[in-house]
């Protein structure tokens, strides 16, 4: 088993900065990638960004050159800086981890409310 607690969320203006943590505990050692995705009211859950254990990144392509994720190995925890935020980025952001299990499995955490007003 795998469990995820998100932080670091708020409500922030156009142009700022946040920084949301996933602190994972568990079988921490089975995670092969974790990811970040958000759901804004009224829409589908969306993918935002991944890394995997050998530290290459994906990100979709609203946030390039704005959002970084990285991963601390030693505290078992991944963070999504955001900067440069805007109006629609406003969303429940949650957090992924991929297992290496057979079968694999992702586990999610309870999501953390980012607003950008404008």
């Known amino acids: 088993q795998v469990q995820l607690v998100e932080s670091g969320g708020g409500l922030v203006q156009a142009g700022g900065s946040l920084r949301l943590s996933c602190a994972a505990s568990g079988s921490t050692s089975s995670i092969a990638t974790m990811a970040w995705y958000r759901q804004a009211s009224g829409k589908q859950r969306e993918f935002v960004a991944r890394?995997?254990?050998?530290?290459?990144?994906q990100y979709v392509d609203s946030v390039k050159g704005r959002f970084t994720i990285s991963r601390d190995d030693a505290t078992n925890t991944a963070y999504l800086q955001m900067n440069s935020l805007k109006p629609e980025d406003t969303a429940v952001y949650f957090c992924?981890?991929?297992?290496?299990?057979?079968?694999?499995?992702?586990?999610w955490g309870q999501g953390t409310q980012v607003t950008v007003s404008s």
């Open positions: 890394i995997i254990s050998g530290g290459s990144t």
């Open positions: 992924d981890a991929h297992t290496t299990w057979m079968p694999p499995r992702d586990y």
